[in-house]
């Protein structure tokens, strides 16, 4: 019998992480090109960009 673990991490799960975050800190994360962020659970990298965050900031804000 053969297990996967699959966590269920996605970046629309970790944004909101960083959405918690002051502005200032968000800058600096985004200072340098992609932030590096990794899951506390699987340990997955994902490298987003400032661009795809703000974007998924405006879409939770106008419920979309």
Same mark, same amino acid.
């Given at each position: 019998?053969? #297990? +996967? &673990?699959?966590? !269920?991490?996605?970046?629309?799960?970790?944004?909101?992480?960083? =959405?918690?975050?002051?502005?200032?800190?968000?800058? #600096? +994360? &985004?200072?340098? !090109?992609?932030?590096?962020?990794?899951?506390?659970?699987?340990? =997955?990298?994902?490298?987003?960009?400032?661009?795809?965050?703000?974007?998924?900031?405006?879409?939770?804000?106008?419920?979309?």
């Amino acid at each position: 019998r053969g #297990y +996967v &673990f699959d966590c !269920g991490c996605t970046l629309e799960r970790l944004f909101p992480v960083l =959405a918690r975050m002051p502005e200032a800190d968000i800058d #600096y +994360v &985004f200072a340098e !090109g992609p932030a590096t962020v990794h899951c506390p659970r699987c340990g =997955a990298v994902y490298q987003p960009t400032r661009d795809a965050f703000d974007r998924w900031r405006r879409s939770e804000n106008t419920g979309a």
